[in-house]
């Protein structure tokens, strides 16, 4: 497996190398040795997946109380996949990294706590598979707005046409107006 560094230090893309051959393909997605060698210890608790048509923008997704480390990696489809820097105490504190993470490409992303996520899908159907670090508490469930002006992220959208959002995502708070970390 191979690490990228992204702009944001924490944040890593991961790019598993494998095993193609006649009958199809095999590839490890996680290893713990791995992971504790050139990202950080960890445990995954929990494993969450979803499946979203295409236009759907789903985020920008955090836990204020329990932060949760999340490793992405998509099963089928393409996604436009963002992380964004929500600890006030970070010299990199509201700036976000993007990468298109592809049933093709197979990359994954590696978002530790701190940080919001958020994706845009760009087929027909993806689908998304999110390990965490802490399990899912909706009491610290926070949404950043999605078009944030002061985050301002560049998101691929078909022109004209605003995303699929839930009333969730469509109600998050300004970055001015949102709980983030220290």
């Given at each position: 497996m191979k690490v990228i560094d992204t702009e944001l230090p924490e944040v890593k893309i991961l790019e598993p190398e494998p095993f193609i051959d006649h009958r199809g393909f095999f590839m490890k997605i996680f290893n713990e040795?791995?992971?504790?060698?050139?990202?950080?210890?960890?445990?995954?608790?929990?494993?969450?997946?979803?499946?979203?048509?295409?236009?759907?923008?789903?985020?920008?997704?955090?836990?204020?109380?329990?932060?949760?480390?999340?490793?992405?990696?998509?099963?089928?489809?393409?996604?436009?996949?963002?992380?964004?820097?929500?600890?006030?105490?970070?010299?990199?504190?509201?700036?976000?990294?993007?990468?298109?993470?592809?049933?093709?490409?197979?990359?994954?992303?590696?978002?530790?706590?701190?940080?919001?996520?958020?994706?845009?899908?760009?087929?027909?159907?993806?689908?998304?598979?999110?390990r965490t670090t802490e399990f899912y508490t909706p009491q610290n469930d926070r949404t950043l707005l999605w078009n944030d002006p002061e985050v301002n992220v560049k998101w691929p959208l078909i022109k004209d046409i605003l995303p699929v959002l839930s009333t969730k995502d469509g109600n998050g708070k300004l970055l001015k107006d949102a709980d983030c970390f220290d």
């Open positions: 040795k791995f992971f504790e060698e050139y990202i950080a210890p960890l445990k995954f608790v929990e494993e969450d997946h979803s499946g979203s048509y295409h236009n759907v923008l789903r985020g920008l997704h955090y836990q204020i109380n329990n932060p949760q480390g999340k490793l992405i990696t998509i099963t089928s489809g393409e996604i436009f996949d963002v992380a964004v820097d929500l600890r006030k105490s970070s010299p990199n504190f509201k700036k976000w990294v993007s990468v298109v993470l592809s049933d093709k490409n197979k990359r994954e992303i590696w978002i530790p706590p701190g940080f919001a996520h958020g994706f845009y899908t760009l087929t027909p159907w993806a689908e998304i598979v999110y």
